[in-house]
């Protein structure tokens, strides 16, 4: 089955700098790759979603690469600010029998400082 | 709801006690997820609906562990004779269809067994 691999699991960073995360991915079926924002005590929510026919997607001040050949994809966020700390999922679907099941690395952890 | 609810957020259980976790899904999704976040950890896939059907429990722990949604909307994990290492928060997640769509996370249940 599919095997997620998330980098690294703590990330500091100050505001206004870059953030990038890492994840890979080990079933070359896998064709959806989301990002969940989870903040404490709360519902993890998407922030963004890239499928395996597109290379890069952005929105605002978050973008997502994904290297098909390499298996492995990334979460860039540029600007940061104190509000995007969070802790941040990335996920594989493992398309089977017709939905969506999602696999999870274990998470980064990502604090701005002001 | 204008989201997934779940219920109840919080539950304590003594070891051996049976306890059941209850969720509403958005109107009118089809699929249906339970997932099992341990602390610090990214969820992990327990079970799958569509509609009625469960048609994916592989990720159910033991047979302890039991879901159902019988008429396609409300689904409710139950879990009999709870250990110590059942204590988790667990989320359901619905989406409008099992293919192609966006995953919508409820606040999820933390469940602590004493």
């Known amino acids: 089955g599919e095997n997620v691999e998330q980098h690294p699991s703590t990330l500091s960073v100050q505001e206004g700098d870059s953030a990038v995360i890492k994840c890979t991915y080990s079933d070359s079926a896998s064709n959806y790759f989301p990002w969940y924002k989870q903040e404490l005590g709360k519902r993890p929510q998407l922030i963004i979603d890239?499928?395996?026919?597109?290379g890069e997607k952005k929105d605002q001040r978050i973008a997502v690469t994904l290297n098909k050949t390499a298996k492995h994809f990334s979460l860039h966020i540029t600007e940061t600010q104190p509000e995007d700390s969070a802790v941040y999922f990335c996920a594989a679907s493992e398309f089977s029998g017709g939905y969506n099941k999602l696999i999870f690395g274990a998470g980064t952890r990502l604090a701005v400082h002001p | 709801g204008a989201g997934v609810s779940q219920s109840p957020r919080y539950k304590v259980a003594k070891r051996g006690q049976d306890v059941a976790l209850r969720c509403d899904p958005i109107?009118?999704?089809?699929?249906l997820f339970w997932y099992q976040q341990a602390l610090g950890q990214g969820p992990e896939f327990l079970t799958y609906f569509q509609n009625e059907a469960q048609l994916d429990k592989s990720g159910l722990p033991s047979d302890r562990f039991f879901a159902e949604r019988p008429e396609g909307s409300v689904s409710t994990l139950k879990i009999q004779r709870t250990q110590q290492e059942d204590s988790a928060v667990y989320l359901c997640a619905s989406s409008r269809t099992g293919g192609d769509g966006e995953a919508f996370f409820g606040q999820g249940t933390r469940l602590t067994v004493v």
């Open positions: 109107s009118g999704h089809v699929s």
């Open positions: 890239i499928r395996s026919n597109v």
